[in-house]
């Protein structure tokens, strides 16, 4: 049932390792997002994807790299963590349409909590 | 580039009573979403109200609602009759509006910190 899901929920792992974030909707949503989370709690967009197209790159090191099988899919691969990489990770979902009256909230997973030691 | 500013990085309140958290934004745009989002102790990112900017109406959700100035690009949030179950962190959120079928994203104010004290 759950809406936007991800996977691990808790993810520690050595520095210079890859790692992968997964993330589902089943909302029917068209755009999807990854937004980090530090340690002071600020929320900030790293990647936006609609219909599996990436619409939003903010400057993010290149070592992160989104995929979106589908348009239910947007994934969140890692290569070579750093110390710095330790946040938590939200993947979240929204639906545009043509019309800026229709519903536009962002559905959130429960988070990635990433520590790299 | 758009910015949201909470001014107020702790509050708190006592059981039944009500409370405001501040929220400013800057922005040229002139059609945009505001909302605010409370994340528990669970991590997990919840819609509390949201306010679209053509409507002049304030927002409300039971016992949430909104003051939404646009001219001044104020958008606080009231809570009326707290709960334990409302301490949280706070979060002003900022969206413009964007053409065709795609999404903005959320810019995010810093958060305010609300302890409800029984």
């Known amino acids: 049932d759950t809406a936007v899901s991800q996977t691990p929920k808790y993810l520690v792992t050595q520095m210079g390792n890859d790692k992968s974030i997964k993330c589902e909707q089943n909302l029917g949503h068209d755009t999807m997002y990854w937004y980090k989370q530090d340690s002071k709690k600020f929320l900030k967009i790293m990647f936006s994807?609609?219909?599996?197209?990436?619409?939003i790159n903010e400057t993010v090191p290149n070592r992160f790299s989104p995929k979106s099988p589908d348009k239910a899919h947007l994934n969140l691969h890692i290569n070579s963590l750093e110390l710095g990489d330790s946040a938590v990770y939200f993947c979240a979902s929204s639906q545009g349409t043509g019309d800026y009256r229709m519903n536009t909230e962002a559905f959130f997973g429960q988070g990635t909590r990433l520590t790299v030691v | 580039a758009q910015t949201v500013t909470q001014s107020q990085p702790e509050m708190s309140v006592q059981e039944a009573e009500t409370v405001t958290l501040s929220c400013t934004y800057d922005?040229?745009?002139?059609?945009?979403?505001l909302f605010w989002y409370k994340q528990p102790p669970s991590r997990q990112m919840i819609l509390v109200i949201r306010?679209?900017?053509?409507?002049?109406q304030n927002a409300t959700e039971n016992r949430f609602s909104v003051n939404f100035q646009k001219a001044a690009k104020s958008f606080s949030l009231k809570i009326s009759d707290s709960q334990l179950g409302d301490t949280a962190m706070y979060f002003c959120a900022f969206m413009k509006r964007t053409g065709g079928g795609s999404q903005g994203n959320l810019i995010f104010g810093k958060g305010t910190k609300l302890s409800v004290k029984p």
């Open positions: 994807y609609n219909n599996k197209e990436l619409i």
């Open positions: 306010q679209e900017a053509y409507k002049q």
């Open positions: 922005t040229s745009e002139n059609n945009y979403y």
